[in-house]
């Protein structure tokens, strides 16, 4: 079901609390409201609406993938970049990295580890920011 986007500062700097089985929900919220904003927003994380878990979901090409319980195992090759966010006005300057690694878990629970890239990296590492109550 597609949810509201979350502005509140204080609930988006809050740290997400790990995802269970029970949460399936929401990451079926969280990829409905991202698919519902396609056209301006690349990525999402669970407290985007009102959920502090830690899933996100980003799209790759024409897919919307989630990821559950994400955590950045290696980050290789720092640049500065500016980003927007839908719960934010405005861009704001940060700090990413060219190259991550990645270990989540997928919809099926099963733990897995890849590796990411330029702007598919850039996503993930705004949503990862998001569950740890970074705001760009």
Not at 35 to 58: E, F, L, P, S, W
Not at 70 to 86: F, H, M, N, R, S
Not at 115 to 132: N, R, V, Y
Request: net charge neutral; with cysteine.
């Amino acid at each position: 079901m597609i949810q509201p986007i979350n502005k509140n500062i204080n609930s988006l700097q809050e740290v997400a609390q790990p995802a269970t089985p029970a949460d399936r929900q929401i990451v079926t919220d969280l990829v409905d409201t991202l698919r519902a904003h396609q056209d301006n927003c690349v990525g999402m994380a669970a407290n985007m609406i009102g959920q502090t878990k830690r899933i996100i979901a980003y799209q790759l090409g024409p897919m919307l993938v989630p990821m559950i319980n994400p955590v950045i195992t290696q980050k290789q090759d720092a640049y500065q970049t500016a980003e927007g966010c839908l719960s934010l006005s405005g861009q704001r300057p940060t700090t990413r990295y060219r190259n991550i690694t990645v270990r989540y878990q997928t919809t099926d629970w099963q733990t897995k580890t890849a590796s990411f890239s330029d702007f598919t990296a850039q996503i993930i590492q705004h949503e990862i920011d998001h569950c740890d109550g970074i705001l760009i």
